[in-house]
């Protein structure tokens, strides 16, 4: 006899079917912040990558590992970037003695280690006209906060006296003289006639430096000590080489030192008698640490730009703020510019060839609560305007330069963590400029420029602009080095460009810069490398 099966009932299907649907809903309704977070990730991927929207708002990548605590970066002459950790915070490796530099081939993405002989960690650098980089100061000891030390009493970081030269060429460090006061977080700026200025940092004590400058002698490889000029500043104060040869402090800074607003007052600092300008009106001066600092394109125009910024030390107020000071104005003073897209602490402010700059990354808090933004400024417009959002978030310890094929690299970031958790991504913006067509090719530009010459290239469409622009050495939200110099063009005819260049030292120092031209609709060329002589 055939087994007899029981069959559901219609009513009985029915209730089962919605019973499972009540659970497949409770599941999804459960997991829907998740799945909303998933399915909106995959659509920014997606859009991030039309063509419309790039052309728009440019595009971030994730291109390498460099697995480097990474705290200084600095472009070199070969197209290839320096990045330099030292024991890259992290008092391990100080102990042992692992002092790390790595060397990245852009073009190649590729990473190589270089010999680092001490602890190139919170140094202070700048080129010199020949292309190579000076790196002085250093980490002579960590800090040991006051529940550590056997006293009881905090103990800060201490300086070191040494003093090295990074060749490009053989890709090694070369030894200087040592400088004549031991600097850790100071600021080196490059001037007219090649010597390079040394300020400020913590000694080996572990104490500011009280006003000690000194600079350094290519020709003797050495340090000299320059007791006519006394000037206290707080440690990496953000300086900048002016037209008329002073030294401007915009009032940003990253570290230590007195909290007062005097201490801290913006300025023109005249290296011939130790006379200091006092350039006012910078609003909300009481949160200038972490600040940005950009010398505008061209370089001419002499205004500078201050770009958010927070409270001295480990505070937690950040601003949106930024200001603009024209330089070149009998009596310089601060305006008001447009407001960043959020409060922003250690933001990364990088100069792009089509004359606008690039304002990315930065933090709500002290190194903690990152942006994740990015928007460009348009000098022509006074304006910001978003763009395409970075991946990955820059707070402390970050680095941005401008790469010869016009794309922006970005290193590094150590916010407050436990287990001091150190970012090694190396992310790349391409901005929307890459997207806009084809790109004007140089050829036939002179390996050496002579200021207050002319000189002719050739261009494979008509040109709109060309610009000089002087590679970044970046760390602690200060980069001293980069600019942009215009060479106006003379004339132009049959793909033949003509151009004048500067005469005025103080503008276009001597060093190896990037050649751009662009076709009259911001579409710049891939750089070419040239050499500016003393």
């Not at 978030?393 to 401008?402: F, K, V």
């Amino acid at each position: 006899m055939a087994p007899v099966v029981a069959r559901p009932t219609t009513s009985r299907r029915r209730r089962r079917l919605l019973q499972a649907t009540i659970i497949v809903l409770v599941v999804l309704a459960g997991n829907f912040p998740y799945m909303d977070s998933w399915a909106s990730d995959r659509y920014d991927e997606w859009r991030s990558h039309q063509p419309a929207y790039m052309r728009d708002n440019g595009r971030w990548d994730i291109v390498a590992d460099s697995g480097s605590r990474s705290i200084h970066a600095a472009l070199l002459r070969t197209g290839k970037v320096l990045l330099m950790a030292g024991s890259g915070n992290d008092k391990n490796n100080f102990d042992a003695k692992r002092f790390e530099t790595i060397l990245w081939d852009p073009t190649a993405n590729s990473f190589q280690k270089i010999y680092t002989p001490w602890d190139v960690f919170c140094a202070g650098h700048a080129f010199l006209p020949n292309g190579d980089l000076l790196i002085a100061g250093g980490t002579k000891a960590y800090e040991v906060l006051a529940q550590d030390a056997p006293d009881g009493k905090k103990k800060e970081y201490e300086g070191l006296k040494d003093s090295y030269v990074f060749d490009p060429i053989s890709q090694r460090y070369v030894k200087t003289g040592f400088l004549q006061h031991a600097r850790w977080y100071p600021t080196l700026v490059t001037l007219a006639n090649g010597a390079v200025v040394a300020v400020s940092g913590l000694n080996e004590n572990g104490d500011i430096d009280p006003g000690n400058t000194e600079s350094f002698d290519i020709a003797s490889s050495a340090w000299i000590e320059h007791p006519e000029l006394v000037k206290e500043f707080p440690t990496y104060p953000s300086l900048l080489l002016t037209a008329d040869g002073r030294l401007f402090f915009s009032g940003a800074n990253a570290g230590y030192g007195p909290a007062s607003l005097e201490a801290r007052q913006s300025g023109l600092w005249n290296l011939t008698n130790n006379q200091f300008q006092a350039v006012p009106g910078l609003p909300l001066p009481e949160v200038n640490e972490t600040a940005g600092t950009v010398l505008l394109a061209p370089a001419q125009d002499q205004k500078v730009m201050f770009i958010g910024g927070g409270g001295v030390g480990d505070t937690q107020v950040a601003t949106d703020r930024t200001a603009i000071v024209d330089l070149s104005a009998p009596q310089p003073a601060w305006q008001r510019g447009p407001d960043l897209s959020s409060p922003k602490r250690y933001p990364g402010a990088v100069l792009l060839p089509d004359d606008t700059v690039l304002v990315s990354g930065g933090s709500r808090r002290y190194r903690a609560k990152d942006t994740l933004t990015a928007e460009i400024y348009d000098p022509a417009t006074k304006a910001f305007r978003p763009v395409a959002d970075p991946h990955v978030g820059r707070d402390y310890h970050s680095e941005y330069l401008l790469l010869p094929d016009g794309r922006v690299a970005v290193f590094g970031s150590n916010p407050l963590s436990d287990d001091n958790t150190f970012d090694t991504r190396v992310e790349v913006y391409s901005p929307p400029y890459l997207y806009a067509g084809e790109r004007p090719v140089i050829s036939g530009a002179p390996g050496t420029i002579t200021r207050g010459t002319t000189i002719t290239l050739r261009a494979s469409q008509k040109i709109g602009k060309v610009r000089l622009m002087r590679p970044g050495a970046y760390t602690h939200v200060t980069d001293t080095e980069q600019r942009s110099v215009a060479l106006p063009i003379t004339a132009q005819a049959d793909g033949t460009v003509t151009v004048s260049v500067p005469d005025n030292p103080n503008v276009l120092p001597g060093d190896w810069y990037m050649l751009f031209v662009d076709n009259g609709a911001n579409v710049p060329s891939v750089a070419t490398w040239v050499h500016v002589t003393p």
